[in-house]
């Protein structure tokens, strides 16, 4: 069946170091990609998405390429700041039915001044 | 522009007791509508998914029931609520032509705690 696969975490880091966070999927079909960020105490907010193989979704300085030969979809970020302090989830699309999603189970970062 | 509200934002439950929780879609007609779970630490699980009025799929067998009884409403209830029904729970809407790359948004969240 279809799923996401993140790597655990939390990930810590220092402002301003470069970000990964990585993602997996196995999915049947050609599966729409989405990062989500959930801030503490608050709901997910979309953060990107690609829609076909070889896209690049980008926002607020993050980036993720839909890499369907490796069926990966890595988060990236070149310099992070403590802001970014948070969970992210990625998730996939289960076809053409309603547009539900299946999410991974999420990755916390931990950004320190 | 379109928003979703849910409420309540916070409930504390005995075992046993009834719930529910609403959710409301502005600014938009016929939208897929969903209930999602997070529980403690883990990812979320979707629950139930509905594309108009009086359609509602359960992803999993539960203790949980939804319902959709105008197009931009949607609620999820219980009877008889258990302690495992604790957790965060998001509702989210998405457009109803269900190509998979639409976007889903997601309301603020409920927290539940059965104590």
């Known amino acids: 069946g279809n799923s996401v696969t993140q790597m655990e975490g939390p990930v810590t880091l220092s402002e301003e170091a470069f970000l990964t966070i990585n993602c997996t999927y196995t999915?049947?079909?050609?599966?729409?990609l989405f990062w989500y960020v959930q801030y503490p105490g608050e709901g997910l907010q979309l953060l990107l998405k690609a829609t076909k193989a070889d896209d690049k979704g980008s926002n607020k300085g993050f980036e993720a390429t839909y890499r369907k030969e490796t069926t990966s979809f890595h988060l990236e970020k070149g310099s992070v700041q403590v802001s970014d302090s948070a969970v992210y989830f990625c998730a996939l699309s289960k076809g053409n039915q309603g547009g539900k999603l299946i999410f991974g189970q999420g990755t916390e970062l931990s950004v320190k001044p | 522009s379109q928003t979703i509200h849910q409420w309540p934002a916070t409930l504390v439950q005995p075992v046993g007791s009834p719930l529910s929780l609403e959710c409301t879609v502005e600014g938009t007609s016929n939208p897929n509508l969903y209930w999602y779970r997070q529980a403690a630490g883990r990812g979320l699980q979707l629950l139930f998914y509905?594309?108009?009025?009086?359609?509602i799929s359960s992803e999993v067998p539960q203790n949980l029931s939804a319902s959709r009884p105008q197009d931009r409403q949607f609620i999820l209830s219980s009877k008889k609520l258990l302690l495992s029904d604790s957790g965060f729970y998001l509702c989210a809407w998405s457009r109803g032509q269900g190509a998979n790359g639409n976007t889903i948004y997601f309301g603020e969240g409920s927290w539940l705690t059965v104590v």
């Open positions: 509905s594309v108009g009025i009086g359609q």
């Open positions: 999915a049947t079909g050609y599966p729409s």
